[in-house]
């Protein structure tokens, strides 16, 4: 009698632990990689007066959650709570969708399916110490306006986006199409963006502060921006970038009208970056002259600013590596974006 009821407490046991099982539970294969490959500013780096900061680890520990619609996907993302949120199935909206996130998050997409259509990301005054990786942003070419913004960064510190492709849209360089793929400012802080592809874009990535005269912007944000893919960007690829520092190394730029617009108060240490079709035009740089601008070992050489040239050098804030321009051309062609199959990293 004694071994039947105990046999039956674990009957019992089992069942409640089978219909309990969370409901977001799955088993797509995804780039389980942690922060393998994170550099830059994102990671362990000092500011301007020698303090170090912590890097960032997005939802390191915490529990892995597999979503496959919009509203699993609201809900993991918002908090604190540490998560790894895994997007197993492509999420799609026929109209414009904004999920806020909160902190502690890491976004990965799966291998087989990471595609987010005419889904926008917002920060809250919450947010900070996220990861967006191995993810494909889609949107509707009428989602065009100012504000229709891929992903919308203002506040907080610590952002990693790895290995995501903002696919954009059919566009014309004459039209009304205002919308960007991405835009980090006000005061979010300590980002890297890698081994991720822009393209098919009229606008394409704008950093720091959008407007000039806003001297309390000065000196944010801090944005390392490495082993990119930009292409057919009409204008701001690698970006429009104000008030911060901006390392921009081993990044491939083709096809574009405009590529690095200088802004306001703007410290930029640009190496080893490849200008590809438009630079023959003389676009790689849009400069209004109140920055910083230093260039070293671009294809083509980078030689004449309007700018001064900035004294900042990225080394005082973090180690790297750094490649030849032409090793990031043949690198990012191969490897920026999402992927089915394996990530591989730039240095």
């Keep these: 009698m004694k071994k039947f009821s105990m046999l039956l407490l674990a009957i019992t046991l089992l069942l409640i632990t089978v219909s309990t099982a969370p409901s977001t539970y799955g088993a797509a294969s995804y780039p389980n990689t942690g922060t393998n490959g994170l550099t830059g500013f994102a990671g362990s780096a000092k500011n301007e007066n020698g303090v170090s900061k912590s890097a960032t680890t997005g939802g390191k520990n915490g529990q892995v959650v597999y979503v496959s619609n919009l509203n699993d996907l609201r809900t993991h993302m918002a908090g604190s709570t540490a998560?790894?949120?895994?997007?197993?199935?492509?999420?799609?909206?026929?109209?414009?969708?904004?999920?806020e996130f909160g902190a502690n998050k890491t976004l990965v997409g799966s291998f087989g399916k990471h595609t987010l259509t005419n889904i926008h990301f917002r920060s809250t005054s919450s947010s900070s110490n996220v990861i967006f990786q191995n993810l494909t942003f889609e949107h509707a070419s009428n989602i065009n306006a100012n504000d229709d913004i891929q992903m919308y960064i203002t506040s907080g510190s610590n952002y990693w986006i790895d290995h995501v492709t903002f696919?954009?849209?059919?566009?014309?360089?004459?039209?009304?199409?205002?919308?960007?793929?991405?835009?980090?400012?006000?005061?979010?802080?300590?980002?890297?963006?890698?081994n991720s592809?822009?393209?098919?874009?009229?606008?394409?990535?704008?950093?720091?502060?959008?407007?000039?005269?806003?001297?309390?912007?000065?000196?944010?944000?801090?944005?390392?921006?490495?082993?990119?893919?930009?292409?057919?960007?009409?204008?701001?690829?690698?970006?429009?970038?104000?008030?911060?520092?901006?390392?921009?190394?081993?990044?491939?730029?083709n096809n574009f009208n405009q590529s690095i617009t200088i802004g306001e108060k703007a410290r930029i240490y640009s190496e080893n970056n490849y200008f590809g079709a438009g630079a023959e035009k003389g676009g790689i740089l849009d400069d209004k002259g109140n920055g910083e601008f230093t260039d070293s070992g671009s294809t083509p050489a980078l030689t004449s600013?309007?700018?001064?040239?900035?004294?900042?050098?990225?080394?005082?804030?973090?180690?790297?590596?750094?490649?030849?321009?032409?090793y990031a051309r043949e690198f990012v062609t191969k490897y920026a974006?999402?992927?089915n199959t394996t990530l591989v990293f730039g240095k």
Excluded: C
């Design 337 to 339: 974006g999402s992927s």
């Design 83 to 99: 998560k790894i949120v895994v997007v197993e199935q492509n999420i799609s909206s026929s109209t414009l969708q904004k999920v």
């Design 167 to 194: 696919a954009g849209h059919s566009y014309s360089s004459g039209g009304s199409d205002l919308d960007k793929l991405l835009y980090i400012g006000d005061r979010a802080d300590y980002i890297t963006i890698s």
């Design 305 to 326: 600013p309007i700018s001064p040239k900035t004294n900042w050098r990225p080394s005082s804030n973090y180690s790297y590596q750094v490649e030849s321009a032409s």
């Design 197 to 253: 592809k822009f393209a098919n874009h009229k606008y394409g990535v704008i950093l720091g502060h959008p407007n000039d005269g806003n001297s309390s912007y000065n000196g944010v944000p801090h944005v390392t921006m490495s082993n990119n893919y930009f292409e057919n960007l009409y204008v701001r690829g690698p970006g429009l970038l104000r008030y911060g520092y901006f390392h921009l190394k081993n990044n491939y730029a």
